[in-house]
Each structure stands twice: as C-alpha cells, then as structure tokens.
C-alpha cells in the first residue's frame, strides 16, 4: 500500500507554546487528507479535511485558530497546535487519500503530544 | 448520517481458533467498508475494503470480510488466530464518493487479544 510518513513520532512542549505535526505522502499524491485526535481507548475523532489548495473544513466543535491546518502541495500538510494546553496532550494521526477516485485513505503512525 | 458499530470492545480467542469481529453499519446509500487495524501508539494500518462485487472480501495477513448487505454487517474474521494479531481493529464506513461527502466514520474499535 501507500505510504504516509507523520513526524514527529512524539513531541513534548511547554504550555503556551506551539507544535507543528507534519504529514506526508511519500508515493502518491494525496490530493485530500485528515486530520484525528484519538484519546486513550477511543476511537478517532475527525478534526478537519483539507483538500491541496484550499481552506480545512473542520468539524463542528473543533477550533480552527487554535489547530491550524496547511495543504500546500500534494505531499504535504501539517497541523499546527498554537499556544498549546496540557487538554491538548492527545495522539494526533493523518491519513491520506489519492485521487478523485480513490478508495482507501493511508494513515501516518501518529504522533503522541504531551503538553507540560 | 453514516455510522459504524463495533459491539464488542474486547474479543478474546485461543490461538489457532477462528476469529471474528463483528460491525455493522448505516449509511444512506451504497457503502464503501474498511477495517483496519492497530498496534500501540501507532497509525491505521488497512486490512482490507469492500466497494463492489464479490461480497466476500480478502485481505492482508489473512483476514477477511463478509459484506451482508440486508444485516448491514461487515463482520471480520480468520480462520486460525496468531498472536501477532493481537490489536485494536477498527471498522470504518464512507458513503459512496458525492464529492462533497468523502469522510470515513469509525466505529468505537475492537481490542483482540490472542491467547496463546
């Protein structure tokens, strides 16, 4: 399958600081990826899809200046948490999807944020 | 809405016995399915899908998926269980592609655990 590489694999901040969560495809162009946050034993909760181009469109309840999300080129996003909170500290995964037409979307290993 | 249900938050199986976990779904129109599964602090890796055609669905490491379209159920399974499949799996529906609506939604996930 294809592979998506997320970095960092953990990160841990001071709080008030901010974190930038890079995503990227490494061998196809992801013309549409996401963005989740998954808490202990929970499943993944959907943060913001953003297509290359244009603007995130982010889930209700989720705060757009705080997580704020980039798709500049078809092999890269990232997620930046500003002015983070130890609430913030969480698994934070990406997934990619190719393609008008494309089926399965491809998941980054995730990366565990610890907000002290 | 489209949702996915995954009763069972833990299944526990003897090694070399079958294997099965179960989902069901709702969707408005025609599905496309998932599962995937995953290890400690790390990404989805996907296991298999069901788009169209043959309803049973083979996978990755020998599992696979019966897509029963009148119980809205994608239920998991494989015929002799490893150790190694020891994981958190998670099924996942997406409406059929509106160009518009291309989210994935998981369900709660299954914690399996092999007994050796």
């Known amino acids: 399958g294809a592979v998506v590489s997320q970095h960092p694999s953990r990160v841990i901040c001071k709080s008030g600081t901010s974190v930038k969560i890079e995503c990227r495809s490494l061998d196809f162009q992801a013309t549409t990826m996401f963005w989740y946050r998954q808490f202990p034993k929970k499943s993944l909760m959907l943060m913001a899809t953003?297509?290359?181009?244009?603007?995130?469109?982010?889930e209700q309840g989720v705060e757009k200046d705080k997580f704020l999300i980039n798709h500049a080129s078809l092999t890269l996003s990232t997620l930046t948490v500003t002015s983070a909170h130890p609430e913030d500290s969480s698994f934070y995964i990406c997934s990619a999807r190719g393609g008008r037409g494309g089926t399965e979307a491809f998941f980054g290993q995730g990366t565990r944020l610890t907000v002290v | 809405a489209q949702s996915v249900a995954q009763p069972e938050d833990q299944v526990n199986v003897a090694e070399g016995n079958p294997l099965t976990v179960k989902c069901t779904y709702s969707?408005?129109?025609?599905?496309?399915l998932f599962w995937y599964v995953q290890y400690p602090n790390r990404g989805l890796q996907f296991l298999l899908k069901?788009?169209?055609?043959?309803?049973l669905v083979k996978g990755s490491y020998g599992f696979e998926a019966e897509f029963n379209k009148s119980q809205t159920s994608f239920h998991l399974k494989k015929p002799s269980a490893l150790v190694s499949d020891s994981a958190l799996y998670f099924c996942a529906v997406r409406d059929l592609p509106h160009f518009g609506n291309e989210k994935l939604t998981f369900g709660t996930g299954t914690r399996l655990t092999i007994i050796p």
């Open positions: 953003s297509n290359e181009g244009s603007k995130a469109t982010y």
């Open positions: 069901y788009i169209t055609g043959d309803n």
């Open positions: 969707v408005s129109g025609n599905p496309y």
